[in-house]
């Protein structure tokens, strides 16, 4: 940026430099002088950026200061900050960019006006930009209809990886299209490690006053004083540092790691209390994730790929219903999970899914659409023909990311053969129809556990391994996340896990046919203001 004072000299400004100059935060000119390593963040020219950071290390704040000065230097900006729930992003609202935009004085007057919108969910400046905010945990219906810049996607550890790419169809009609990715690790299977991994994975390296070597800073760093020298156990000032990239060079995202140590020194750190404290009661878990900002990855699967392989003894996979292993024998339903259009991963899965005795099930066909076949055009015609070549009585599809290729598939098959479903994250019943929705919902836990249930218990029967893998890897990119007080689990995954849905959907769909004769009879749903089955 270029200011020009009274003298008419032309003062040239970096992001940082400006949020220095003109931002206030708690009444006092905003500082990164106890962030040093932050001032990369704030003026890299990244498309992509990728912020993996521990807990209270100013990660949100620094968010919202990069939101702010954007919305200030280009005038008409629009952006739109995302979290998983309505709370967290009241807080961000509240807590981090109202204190910018209501307490700095230089702001307020020049950007600010009563006649302007600010709510919690929309901020307006004088300059014709726009903030938005808003939240999305299961899916991104929130996220639709509104035209922006650049998106801050926060806490993304918890968010849907499936969510982005519906998401970024806001920004675009856009000329800027710029992500932000931000949050505190949690495993392997994330949405945050998934765009970690493909990162340039940026580490702020200490180098040691004593030695001279430069530090990579972890658990190895924790002296009993402070931070110190991995080498020669040296106290170290983690100012004394630099940007080092770790990951490829041609990676798409710009990512940098910011954990706790590196605020050994500041006026707010009490080491023995801030660190060693915590080093020594919290779990290697909890440490990693909130203390180190590193990702721990107990290896907490809810099936094993033995167990996934175990199950795979249905011979090839049959792309039409083959009379010699009984597929014509038993009623079909089929599943459909939808892949978003845009989605370099995650594509539609169409499965096939019978009944073969009370209790125990077979997946005679699934069917990825990739490549041209990846187009709704082509998948609206071809799910129809499916249906109608495998007999089946019914298809249970995905409700949150498909009603328009619902509706177009209805239309084909009639309305009454199509049973849309929704996961529900905070649902106690294990499935009910929602009259509003027109949709069941479930409690997506319940559900999921029950599908991993019958892997267990070699209770489904999938094609053989050579035609079934490319699916597995679907089911073995769920991963089980806890609470932190360990009362509370859910299933979380950083690749699709399309495949896995579409079966799901496709085993629900044949329970609420079935009825009573089904294993699951005891929770079985009263559908009977259900139009269909």
Not at 22 to 29: A, D, I, K, S
Not at 172 to 190: A, E, I, N
Not at 353 to 377: L, N, W
Request: proline letters at 5%.
């Amino acid at each position: 940026m270029q200011l020009k004072n009274p003298e008419k000299k032309v003062i040239k400004l970096t992001r940082s430099d400006f949020a220095e100059n003109f931002l206030h935060l708690n009444g006092q000119p905003y500082s990164l002088t106890d962030y040093p390593h932050m001032r990369t963040v704030f003026n890299i020219d990244s498309q992509d950026i990728v912020l993996q950071t521990g807990r209270q290390v100013s990660k949100s704040t620094t968010e919202a200061a990069i939101q702010v000065c954007n919305s200030i230097l280009i005038p008409g900006y629009r952006s739109m900050y995302v979290s998983p729930t309505v709370d967290q992003t009241k807080m961000y609202s509240y807590d981090r960019l109202a204190p910018f935009l209501e307490g700095s004085p230089w702001v307020k007057k020049h950007y600010m006006s009563s006649s302007l919108v600010q709510n919690v969910f929309m901020k307006q400046l004088l300059n014709g930009s726009k903030l938005y905010l808003r939240y999305a945990l299961l899916t991104a219906d929130r996220l639709r209809g509104y035209s922006v810049d650049h998106i801050f996607y926060d806490e993304c550890q918890d968010l849907l990886l499936d969510i982005i790419p519906v998401a970024d169809e806001a920004m675009s009609r856009s000329y800027h299209k710029k992500r932000h990715f931000t949050g505190t690790p949690k495993t392997t299977r994330t949405a945050l490690a998934h765009f970690w991994a493909r990162s340039t994975q940026n580490e702020w390296f200490v180098k040691c006053g004593s030695c001279s070597r430069h530090n990579y800073l972890d658990e190895k760093n924790i002296g009993s004083k402070g931070l110190v020298c991995r080498y020669c156990d040296h106290l170290m000032d983690p100012k004394n540092g630099t940007w080092v990239r770790t990951g490829k060079e041609t990676a798409p995202f710009e990512g940098f790691r910011v954990c706790q140590l590196q605020f050994f020194g500041a006026p707010w750190v009490k080491w023995e209390r801030d660190v060693l404290l915590k080093y020594e009661t919290y779990s290697r878990a909890i440490f990693f994730n909130e203390v180190l900002g590193l990702e721990y990855d107990p290896g907490v699967t809810p099936v094993t790929l033995d167990e996934i392989k175990a199950c795979c003894t249905g011979g090839p996979i049959h792309k039409i219903p083959d009379p010699n292993s009984g597929d014509n024998s038993y009623h079909t339903y089929l599943g459909i999970d939808y892949g978003p259009a845009t989605s370099e991963n995650s594509f539609t899965v169409l499965a096939a899914v019978q009944e073969r005795s009370p209790g125990f099930y077979k997946v005679p066909f699934i069917k990825k659409y990739t490549g041209q076949e990846a187009d709704f055009h082509f998948i609206h015609q071809d799910v129809p023909k499916q249906f109608h070549v495998w007999k089946a009585k019914a298809i249970g599809a995905d409700y949150g990311l498909g009603e328009a290729s619902n509706s177009e598939i209805r239309a084909s098959i009639g309305h009454c053969n199509l049973v849309p479903f929704f996961h529900s994250g905070n649902q106690k019943e294990r499935l009910k129809y929602n009259m509003t929705m027109g949709a069941m919902t479930t409690n997506r836990v319940r559900v999921m556990t029950e599908f991993f249930t019958l892997i267990k218990k070699r209770k489904i029967e999938f094609p053989c391994w050579e035609d079934f893998e490319p699916f597995a890897n679907d089911i073995m990119a769920v991963g089980i996340d806890y609470s932190v007080d360990n009362t509370k689990m859910k299933y979380v995954n950083a690749e699709p896990d399309d495949s896995l849905h579409a079966m799901l959907y496709a085993i629900l769909c044949c329970q609420l046919d079935v009825g009573a004769r089904t294993v699951y009879h005891d929770n079985f749903v009263d559908h009977s203001n259900y139009e269909g089955m």
